[in-house]
């Protein structure tokens, strides 16, 4: 047996820690990838639960199965620009605010939007540093004409995101100055920006003078910001299984793909239906190539190496080590000093967007 618990209660405390922290600033939870990962709807119900009233997604499908579970009069923002003409139009019919990053998303939004009896909301995206979507800062001339002759649109906010607030001051103070900028050059100009705002998750934590009008803030909820320090806030998921079996290897035998380790004496081993598959022991952002995320990469597994860092599970509340490398479903750990029998409880801790392949359980 094995599902993935999500703590309900953590949820709501997380909620409450941010909301108090964002003060006056509007909240928009990000619901992006099923709800990152626990489930759009659960995690919907839990925010409106802490009076959420705002919600952020990426997806068609999320902003449909939002309205369609209940969530009729809140809020709903699609992060994602697009300029698909069915789906603009389905969003459209979902009263979904839509973001508009170019001339091109302003024109397409336009033209779903003539005929029908009030114009489309949206939210204009700038590109301070991110490289995705939105308009260049500097690109004024470009971003007037949506308030001038884009009758079609209604602007009711606009925002930018924010790429080092995690790890880079001087980055996030360059890119908020970039975006205060075009503020009130946009206002000199006479047009109503509507709701600012650019803070997510870490930027919330470590850069709260910045709320402006409002923050958009996701995997803090989780309680798995990268920003440093944990605020009060605490991880709400991690995947309970049993042992599935128990054994004894001799000195010497080796576990694991390329036998990664070989005993030194006689251990006891639980084997856990857990694997790599299911997201145990896999690492998301290790695609950087500059020099300075090499070197880091480098120094982490040095360190792993010199001081035998090695992956932990916790049985009948006992911390036990990985042995070898983790199969695909399958982990075997070190039960040699506890006591444990078959069909007792293992806790794992998983990142819920890496989790696949189990039931998602709320408590």
């Known amino acids: 047996m094995k599902a993935y618990i999500v703590d309900s209660e ?25 709800g990152y990962g626990l489930g759009l709807v659960q995690m919907a119900a839990l925010c409106k639960d802490e009076g959420v009233i705002r919600f952020a997604v990426t997806e068609l499908w999320e902003a449909n199965l939002l309205r369609s579970s209940g969530f009729v009069s809140e809020s709903i923002l699609m992060l994602r620009p697009t300029a698909d003409p069915e789906e603009l139009r389905q969003l459209l019919d979902l009263d979904v605010i839509l973001t508009v990053s170019s001339q091109d998303d302003a024109a397409a939004i336009s033209s779903a939007a003539a005929g029908r009896p009030s114009p489309a909301r949206v939210h204009i995206k700038i590109d301070t540093g991110m490289g995705r979507y939105g308009f260049l800062p500097e690109e004024t001339d470009k971003i007037v004409p949506l308030f001038e002759y884009e009758n079609a649109l209604h602007v009711e906010g606009i925002y930018t995101h924010l790429h080092s607030a995690f790890c880079s001051k001087k980055a996030t103070h360059a890119q908020a100055e970039a975006f205060r900028t075009l503020l009130a050059s946009l206002e000199e100009r006479g047009c109503a920006c509507g709701m600012a705002h650019m803070l997510n998750s ?4 470590r850069f709260p003078e910045y709320a402006m009008d409002g923050v958009r803030i996701g995997s803090a909820i989780l309680g798995r910001g990268s920003a440093r320090g944990k605020h009060g806030l605490q ?9 599935e079996e128990l054994r004894w290897l001799p000195k010497g035998h080796t576990c694991g793909y390329g036998a990664g380790w070989k005993a030194r004496q006689a251990t006891r081993t639980a084997v856990l239906s857990v694997g790599w598959f299911h997201g145990f022991g896999c690492e998301m952002g290790n695609d950087l190539f500059r020099f300075r995320d090499c070197a880091r990469s480098i120094l982490h597994d040095l360190r792993n190496m ?32 506890i006591s444990c029998a078959v069909g007792d409880k293992a806790i794992i801790d998983i990142n819920p967007l890496l989790l696949k392949g189990m039931e998602i359980v709320y408590r």
Not at 12 to 33: C, E, M, T
Not at 235 to 243: I, K, L, N, P
């Open 306 to 337: 010199i001081f035998g860092k090695a992956l932990y599970v916790t049985v009948n509340g006992k911390k036990c080590r990985v042995l070898g490398h983790i199969g695909m479903l399958h982990t075997v750990v070190d039960v040699t000093k």
């Open 235 to 243: 991880r709400v998921g991690y995947c309970e299984a049993t042992v």
């Open 10 to 34: 953590a949820v709501r405390s997380n909620l409450r820690i941010l909301i108090k922290r964002a003060g006056d600033a509007a909240f928009w939870a990000v619901l992006k990838g099923n």
């Open 202 to 205: 870490a930027g919330l934590m």
